[in-house]
């Protein structure tokens, strides 16, 4: 019997440096690595706040041992349904550090792909991932679960839209190329303006990001000139100090409206900038009640994507018990297709004896026999499709065991 087993090291009980120690250099090669250990499905997934591997094998110690021979860092294990669940509930965004995040959908799927091409998954890991993947595309649009900004930089971005109506044909500054500028930035991409200008103190890390996001890169010193073309300024640098004075702002704003979105800490923007008319400034406290206030919608959605986890994890049990029905009808016709060759074979040689028989009448008994054995069969086989099911294991069970009991009455035999 196999079993599907698993082990994860994330955000929740570690620090950044141990998922660290225990991330893969080369995924592909660990793969083959525990295929060899005697797993005999697997798949590696790496993103960056977790490292989780999953397996299944007859062996259901056979991750712990591959944890210990890889000598990576204390991981959680489960197995089974636990393993499932985990599974589902990472897929559908409530084991991620922002809930309801979209982006473990594609990173499961490229650890799927990758497990795939290097011949690592089969009926049993295959079943769960796109289950789980079909379960997170079903949270998704069925709850709101993934909606509303949660993080500052994708809040500043919400807070403009809903302020301005739409970015579309706007001009934005963003002042900062660092981490939350990014962030900032790369969100403002998407939004069809007319366009996106950086400015940094390092210029060539402006250039950088302007680049890649067909913007233009601004010197700091130079910023007064496009404060003045800009709908919206978004301040998100690491400057421990103020940057945009009101003085700069009432020289470069000239009977225009400009909506200025300080997102740092300290406070890059002096407050009395609010006062230039046709100024209209939110900082960070402003984003983090957005954020807060839709973090509570979206953990007010997690009963309903629970029912969902409970619907999928239903379906992938029913699955792997079709499986194992599947698995046992395969046998059962084998067997009997034996049996009836081989009785087949004897009803042959003794009316051979008595005269023989023709090639059209050897076919009818061929059909004759097969047909029979189908027929005989099809209770059995509902039987087993029917229970499998319903979960019910016994009869199952008892099919193997009537094999197992049959082949050893065989080998016997043989022996005797």
């Known amino acids: 019997m196999s079993f599907i087993t698993s082990a994860s090291i994330n955000h929740h009980r570690a620090p950044v440096e141990r998922i660290e120690l225990a991330r893969f250099k080369d995924v592909e090669a660990a793969l083959k690595r525990l295929l060899r250990l005697g797993a005999s499905e697997a798949m590696i997934l790496q993103t960056c706040n977790r490292v989780e591997l999953y397996a299944v094998s007859e062996d259901k110690e056979v991750l712990k041992r591959f944890c210990v021979a890889e000598g990576l860092p204390p991981m959680e294990h489960a197995m089974g349904d636990d393993t499932l669940l985990h599974l589902l509930r990472l897929a559908c965004g409530l084991d991620s550090m922002i809930i309801g995040e979209d982006q473990i959908l594609g990173q499961l799927k490229s650890a799927y792909l990758l497990s795939e091409k290097n011949g690592a998954m089969g009926n049993v890991l295959s079943t ?57 930035a ?139 029905a599947d698995s046992v009808i395969g046998d059962l016709y084998l067997k009997a297709d034996s049996v009836r060759l081989a009785e087949l074979e004897k009803a042959v040689s003794r009316l051979s004896s008595h005269g023989g028989l023709n090639d059209v009448q050897k076919g009818i008994l061929n059909d004759f026999s097969r047909s029979l054995t189908s027929k005989i069969l099809a209770a059995p086989t509902r039987k087993l499709r029917i229970a499998a099911e319903n979960g019910d294991d016994d009869y199952i069970r008892a099919a193997r065991i009537l094999f197992a009991s049959e082949e050893n009455d065989e080998l016997s035999s043989n022996k005797a």
């Not at 970015?167 to 900032?184: F, H, P, Q, Y």
């Open 128 to 184: 769960a991932v796109l289950k789980a993947i079909d379960a997170g595309k079903r949270a998704r649009m069925e709850t709101r679960i993934n909606k509303g900004s949660v993080s500052i930089g994708s809040a500043a971005v919400e807070l403009a839209e809903s302020l301005l109506g739409s970015l579309r044909d706007k001009s934005i500054l963003v002042v900062g190329a660092g981490e939350m500028g990014t962030l900032v």
């Open 186 to 324: 790369n969100g403002l991409a998407e939004k069809n303006l007319k366009g996106i200008y950086v400015a940094n103190r390092t210029y060539e890390q402006a250039v950088r990001l302007a680049s890649s996001l067909g913007g233009t890169a601004v010197r700091l010193d130079d910023i007064c000139n496009y404060i003045g073309v800009a709908d919206v300024l978004i301040c998100a640098t690491a400057a421990p100090h103020v940057i945009i004075t009101k003085k700069m702002v009432e020289a470069c704003v000239k009977d225009r409206r400009l909506l200025i979105i300080d997102i740092t800490n300290p406070r890059n923007v002096e407050e009395s900038v609010s006062q230039v008319p046709g100024v209209m400034l939110h900082n960070i406290d402003s984003l983090k009640r957005i954020s807060e206030a839709n973090l509570a919608r979206r953990r007010a959605e997690v009963t309903h994507v629970e029912r969902i986890i409970a619907e999928e994890l239903a379906y992938i049990k029913r699955a792997y018990n079709r499986q194992r």
